[in-house]
């Protein structure tokens, strides 16, 4: 293998470099994606969604509007 190096360094160079990539794009999947997918489904099963804050996509409402309960359309 060293010999592989010695003959082609950029080769080498970029192997490397996928294979970094590669690890540690494993260990932030591990560690922050499925713990945050786990905690929001947690979270929706507990608070329900949208939040009284929010409207249906997830955006903020506006200060002064809340949310019509009687039925009416605006």
């Known amino acids: 293998m ?3 190096a010695h003959e082609s360094p950029q080769l080498t160079f970029f192997m490397f470099w996928i294979a970094v990539w590669g690890v540690v794009s494993i260990v932030r999947y591990i560690g922050f994606k499925l ?6 489904s947690m979270n ?5 969604w949208p939040p009284e ?3 249906a996509d997830g955006d903020f409402r506006p200060v ?7 039925g009416e359309t605006p």
């Not at 002064?64 to 009687?70: E, F, L, V």
């Open 44 to 48: 929706i099963r507990k608070h329900g």
């Open 53 to 55: 804050h929010c409207d």
């Open 64 to 70: 002064n509007s809340s949310p019509k309960t009687d």
């Open 2 to 4: 060293v010999e592989f």
């Open 35 to 40: 713990p945050n997918r786990a905690f929001r």
